[in-house]
């Protein structure tokens, strides 16, 4: 019976959550983002805008651990806050892992699937804040490199999506390549898990596990480019060297941290 009842406290507890994290996007877009637009300095107004996302998305991580949705364990943070202008590259194993990396930087910018621009919860967020869009790879790779210029932290999932399994990953893409060689910025690799699974690709967000579920987050050592033996190559197969030797980095520590499995 106790079981039963955690259960659907945990259950009450996520839907209430999503409702509010909805709720509070669409007054955000229809409030405060027009008031944003009236303050005449862009990169007061970014700061200030991405400032607020922090510690609404801390309010929102701290509410649902101490509700006991999920619990957290943060390994490596002070490299997350330290590090100044870098990218985060981080698997993608559950739909929480952008709202906890915004949560644990103070001031980061992120990069925005195309389709959320319209999306009603999310168009005044992602706007306000200044967040790049993924739709033109051109201006994708010139946008973040002005991010990171201006000493933004930039926040990137390679995998597109979130993983298609919890012990595989999606091939990166090359994106965040070539913004580490446009912009000469350190990779700041992140390893993320989820257990047991919550909000994966599969999961509806009433698919509550049976006990509350930890994300694990563990910052690695930053990788400069110029660690890397690039040889002088041409720019694409450049990007395809670092996408590879970062992708392979990645998926080594996850096995390593027990995140992901051998045999499965």
Request: with cysteine; net charge positive; proline share 7%.
């Amino acid at each position: 019976m106790t079981a039963r009842l955690d259960y659907g406290w945990r259950l009450f507890a996520t839907g209430m959550s999503f409702v509010v994290f909805g709720v509070c996007g669409m007054l955000f877009s229809l409030v405060a983002y027009p008031l944003a637009r009236l303050w005449p300095h862009a990169a007061s107004r970014q700061r200030g805008v991405t400032t607020l996302i922090h510690w609404f998305f801390r309010a929102l991580v701290a509410t649902l651990q101490r509700v006991g949705v999920m619990e957290l364990d943060v390994e490596g943070v002070a490299r997350l806050r330290a590090s100044g202008a870098s990218i985060v590259v981080a698997n993608h194993p559950t739909y929480l892992d952008v709202v906890v990396l915004l949560s644990l930087v103070p001031s980061a910018c992120c990069v925005v699937k195309n389709a959320h621009w319209g999306n009603p919860c999310f168009w005044g967020i992602v706007r306000a804040a200044s967040y790049v869009s993924n739709a033109d790879p051109v201006e994708f790779v010139a946008d973040c490199a002005r991010q990171l210029a201006a000493g933004h932290t930039m926040i990137i999932f390679p995998e597109g999506t979130r993983s298609p399994a919890p012990n595989r990953m999606h091939a990166f893409s090359r994106g965040f390549a070539y913004i580490a060689l446009s912009a000469g910025a350190p990779i700041l690799p992140v390893l993320m898990n989820c257990d047991p699974p919550a909000f994966t690709k599969e999961m509806r967000w009433y698919d509550v596990p049976p006990r509350p579920f930890r994300i694990s987050v563990n910052v690695l050592a930053p990788v400069g480019i110029e660690r890397l033996d690039l040889q002088n190559e041409p720019p694409a197969l450049a990007a395809r060297s670092v996408t590879h030797a970062i992708e392979t980095h990645i998926t080594q520590h996850l096995f390593e941290y027990g995140f992901f499995k051998t045999g499965n």
